[in-house]
């Protein structure tokens, strides 16, 4: 936190702390416009399967579009908004619009949304992505979600029961930024996981030097060894795309493919591409 216990004990502030805490506040108040003005939006980046180089997917990545800063980035917003009990309303409404534009996709394509620790907190939380699902119409069976290490440390209790609810709803369970957190073996085949994402600093220094494509190896391993597939994040090399291959098939993402892009650039790109539902042809999916 900003604040640092003085000599005597006492909290006390600097001047930079006091200009920060102030820019805090003013953020706040913003986000919280910004929400009852409907300003923020999803971003869609595309997913991989890195052996045919076909698009299986979407992950969805929360956009502020403020008149006032421009388009803000998440790791700006999120943790403001998890501080101050925002987060839960922010994330249905970014979820439901995410579910909303995922409906005109081809029906082969899945969703994968971000959640945080703050809400994998309240045991209410499977009831309510639940209901978001039969509200919007979508599938569970095409909807992923993405926790982090944090969210096991935090709340494992919690964590167990609302996994294991969506999971028996067909909804798929990653864990994201794999590596960078304290998740123990031991939950990692607790946990009804059905994948994991290698962080993308790992893949960054997967072309430096052998040491980095030595300790990508060592969570391919792992992550073969817990019988769990694996998404690669941040890939932004051919170079890197060819190390990951010849170490196995996954799944990936990053800039070699594209950034994130809104909604209605996602959907030209599917109708460009023959991957809109009606382009498809397939208006009646199938799935139970
Ligand atoms: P994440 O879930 O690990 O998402 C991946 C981040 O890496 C995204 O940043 C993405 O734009 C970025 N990225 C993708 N490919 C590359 C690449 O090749 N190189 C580099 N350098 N970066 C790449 P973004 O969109 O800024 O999101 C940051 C984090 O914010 C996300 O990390 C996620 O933890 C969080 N986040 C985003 N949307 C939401 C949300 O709706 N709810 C919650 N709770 N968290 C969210
Ligand atoms: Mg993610
Ligand atoms: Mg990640
Ligand atoms: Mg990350």
Avoid: C
């Amino acid at each position: 936190q900003a604040k640092k216990r003085g000599r005597n004990g006492y909290f006390w502030f600097e001047p930079a702390m006091e200009t920060e805490l102030r820019f805090r506040n003013e953020l706040e108040g913003a986000i919280r416009r910004g929400i009852a003005l409907d300003e923020f939006v999803p971003y869609y980046e595309q997913q991989i399967d890195l052996r045919t180089g076909e698009l299986v997917g979407f992950e969805m990545l929360a956009r502020w579009n403020s008149p006032e800063y421009g388009l803000v980035n998440p790791d700006v917003f999120i943790p403001v908004a998890e501080e101050n009990e925002l987060i839960s309303e922010l994330s249905e409404s970014l979820i439901r619009k995410a579910l909303n534009d995922a409906k005109d996709w081809d029906p082969r394509l899945t969703l994968s949304v971000n959640i945080s620790p703050v809400q994998m907190r309240n045991p209410l939380f499977a009831q309510q992505l639940l209901h978001l699902l039969v509200e919007t119409g979508f599938p569970p069976s095409r909807f992923e979600i993405e926790i982090t290490e944090t969210s096991l440390h935090e709340n494992l209790a919690s964590v167990r029961t609302i996994t294991t609810s969506l999971k028996n709803q067909g909804i798929k369970i990653s864990l994201d930024d794999f590596g960078t957190g304290y998740a123990s073996l031991a939950q990692l085949r607790n946990l009804p996981f059905d994948r994991l994402k290698i962080d993308r600093s790992f893949v960054a220094e997967l072309t430096n030097d052998e040491k980095g494509a030595e300790l990508v190896e060592a969570i391919v391993s792992l992550g073969q060894g817990l019988n769990l597939p694996i998404t690669a994040e941040g890939i932004e090399t051919a170079e890197a795309l060819e190390a990951l291959k010849s170490l196995g098939q996954f799944k990936g993402q990053g800039y070699l493919y594209g950034r994130p892009e809104d909604a209605s650039t996602t959907k030209e790109r599917l109708a460009r591409t023959g991957l809109s539902k009606s382009v498809a042809g397939t208006e009646t999916t199938g799935q139970a």
